[in-house]
Structures are given as C-alpha cells and as structure tokens.
C-alpha cells in the first residue's frame, strides 16, 4: 500500500520515510514513530493501517542520521543491537525529523502523531515542543517520565501495561501527577511491546482496546 519518500529536516538533511495514503478523501495527517527497531515491516504495517482507517500516514526513518535504512526483528540478539542506537539519544535531532515530517503532511488536514517505545516517548516530546500537532498518542514510552514537567501543546493520551517490566508503575503515576490533563491507559496483562503482534510480549485484547481509545481520540481532537 505504501511507498518510500524522502523528507528534509529544518538542518538540511534528507531522511527516509514510509508513506501510505487512504483511499479516498483523508481525514488528516498522522506521523507514525518507530521502535528501537527502525522503520521495519510492523512499523509499516501500522502506518497501512492507519491509512485504511482514512489518514495520509508517514513513519519518518528517525535513526537514519546514525544508519541509514537500518531495521530490524525483535530476536535478543537484534534487541541488543537496536538499543546501541539509544544509548546517548540526540532528541532534537530526531523533534527535527518529525517536524520535517509534519511539515510534509500540513497540506492533507489536522496532523497527529503516535508512536511506540521510542516512538511512545518522541510522541510526548513532539506533543510539548513541536508545533502543528492536533493531537499526540504514545505507547509504552519509557523516556516519557523524564520530560514530565513540559507541558503538551495539544491533548495526549498515553499506553501502558501493568507488566511492563521496563516501565515501572511508578513512573506511571508520575507522569499521572504532574501531567493531569494527560490521558493515561494501564492494561492489566500487557507487557512492553504489546501492540506488536510479531513479538512475544503481544497481547490481542490489549492491543485493540488500545486501538480503539487511539483512533476514537484522534476522530475527536482532529477533525477539520
């Protein structure tokens, strides 16, 4: 359904990008952040979907400035690989990727961002320093509790499960406390990572009551 792009950061460099559009008239923009693991076939299929459910969506290729096309699965040996790539995350240069990414869908309707692990966090960063943004939904982003005390720019809902052995709850609820206006879901028996149906940790249920609160929320907060 999709195809390869290229976009332009505000620094004047080129990154990769995943685009797909709907089949008929679009109901706005979303930007699709990725995992740890690049822009790779979940990422993709994600980014299609949100396409069928009617938005031009586009997953920019954040760690292009660090390896260029890099994806990968989700075996141990690849999840020690992809966590290299944030070890010392730059986090403007990735803001200036998806406001390169913003930029490019400003022209199809209200835009929104959602994004996963790296992405759930970017999501958040995006929804208090970017502009342009109508609304922001980020999963299980761990990072998520360190820029707290920011304020979004535009309404957030976020994901988490209860067995997320790498988020504690507690940072849950911090983010719960000083982030009131922020909409927070727990998912009893969801894990890290459990929208993507290619890792061991999915959950169904989890994953489309998710969904569900994702697409209802930007249906609310973008319409034109």
Same mark, same amino acid.
Not at 35 to 41: L, M, P, W
Not at 96 to 119: H, M, N, Q, S, Y
């Given at each position: 359904?999709?195809?390869?792009?290229?976009?332009?950061?505000?620094?004047?460099?080129?990154?990769?990008?995943?685009?797909?559009?709907?089949?008929?008239?679009?109901?706005?923009?979303?930007?699709?952040?990725?995992?740890?693991?690049?822009?790779?076939?979940?990422?993709?299929?994600?980014?299609?979907?949100?396409?069928?459910?009617?938005?031009?969506?586009?997953?920019?290729?954040?760690?292009?400035?660090?390896?260029?096309?890099?994806?990968?699965?989700?075996?141990?040996?690849?999840?020690?690989?992809?966590?290299?790539?944030?070890?010392?995350?730059?986090?403007?240069?990735?803001?200036?990727?998806?406001?390169?990414?913003?930029?490019?869908?400003?022209? =199809?309707?209200?835009?929104?961002?959602? /994004? +996963?692990?790296?992405?759930?966090?970017? *999501? $958040?960063?995006?929804?208090? !320093?970017?502009?342009?943004?109508?609304?922001?939904?980020?999963?299980?982003?761990?990072?998520?509790?360190?820029?707290?005390?920011?304020?979004?720019?535009?309404?957030?809902?976020?994901?988490?499960?209860?067995?997320?052995?790498?988020?504690?709850?507690?940072?849950?609820?911090?983010?719960?406390?000083?982030?009131?206006?922020?909409?927070?879901? =727990?998912?009893?028996?969801?894990?890290? /990572? +459990?929208?993507?149906?290619?890792?061991? *940790? $999915?959950?169904?249920?989890? !994953?489309?009551?998710?969904?569900?609160?994702?697409?209802?929320?930007?249906?609310?907060?973008?319409?034109?």
């Amino acid at each position: 359904m999709g195809k390869n792009i290229t976009l332009t950061a505000s620094d004047n460099f080129t990154l990769g990008a995943y685009r797909a559009d709907p089949a008929g008239t679009p109901k706005g923009g979303l930007v699709v952040i990725q995992e740890i693991f690049g822009v790779n076939h979940h990422i993709r299929a994600v980014t299609d979907r949100l396409a069928e459910e009617g938005y031009v969506a586009i997953a920019p290729q954040i760690f292009d400035r660090i390896s260029p096309n890099f994806e990968s699965g989700y075996t141990p040996d690849e999840i020690a690989e992809a966590r290299k790539y944030i070890a010392n995350p730059d986090w403007e240069a990735m803001l200036r990727d998806i406001d390169a990414t913003i930029k490019e869908l400003k022209d =199809v309707g209200p835009v929104g961002i959602t /994004g +996963f692990c790296l992405g759930g966090t970017m *999501s $958040f960063l995006a929804a208090c !320093r970017s502009s342009g943004l109508s609304a922001a939904v980020g999963y299980y982003g761990g990072a998520a509790v360190t820029f707290a005390d920011e304020t979004p720019k535009c309404p957030v809902m976020l994901h988490f499960g209860e067995t997320d052995h790498s988020i504690p709850l507690t940072d849950v609820e911090t983010i719960r406390q000083k982030r009131p206006e922020v909409e927070i879901h =727990v998912y009893k028996d969801a894990g890290h /990572g +459990f929208h993507c149906d290619e890792r061991a *940790s $999915f959950h169904k249920d989890s !994953r489309d009551i998710a969904w569900k609160r994702t697409m209802d929320f930007f249906a609310k907060h973008m319409k034109k």
